[in-house]
């Protein structure tokens, strides 16, 4: 069984910067795709990020030149460093994970953190 937990959330001021965590405790030597969804108000939640254990990684075009997503395999924990973020972007943001070299279709969750882009 695996858990992931996220970190990081907060208010931010528009083209200011975050970085979100999440650590993953359990059984993570399974875990073979982590990414990152976020759910605002009223929308379905979307793919924001993903990255394999083999190298391969995604990005949404909406966060394409402002997000990184990146993992450190030593740590357990992957990041998304988000930079000039827009109130656009504000949503509950969930960590996301699979047994499968997948960059979608994640069954494994965090309960998600909350970030505002907000003047």
């Known amino acids: 069984q695996v858990q992931l937990v996220e970190s990081g959330g907060g208010l931010v001021q528009p083209g200011g910067s975050l970085r979100l965590s999440c650590t993953a405790s359990g059984n993570y030597f399974a875990i073979n795709a982590m990414g990152w969804y976020r759910q605002a108000p009223g929308k379905e939640r979307e793919l924001v990020a993903a990255?394999?254990?083999?190298?391969?990684?995604y990005l949404a075009d909406s966060v394409k030149g402002r997000f990184d997503i990146s993992k450190d395999n030593a740590k357990n924990t992957e990041y998304l460093q988000m930079n000039n973020l827009k109130p656009e972007d504000t949503a509950v943001y969930y960590c996301?994970?699979?047994?499968?070299?997948?960059?979608?279709?994640?069954?494994?969750w965090g309960l998600g953190t909350q970030v505002t882009v907000s003047s």
């Open positions: 996301s994970g699979s047994y499968s070299y997948t960059l979608q279709d994640h069954d494994l």
């Open positions: 990255i394999t254990s083999g190298g391969n990684s």
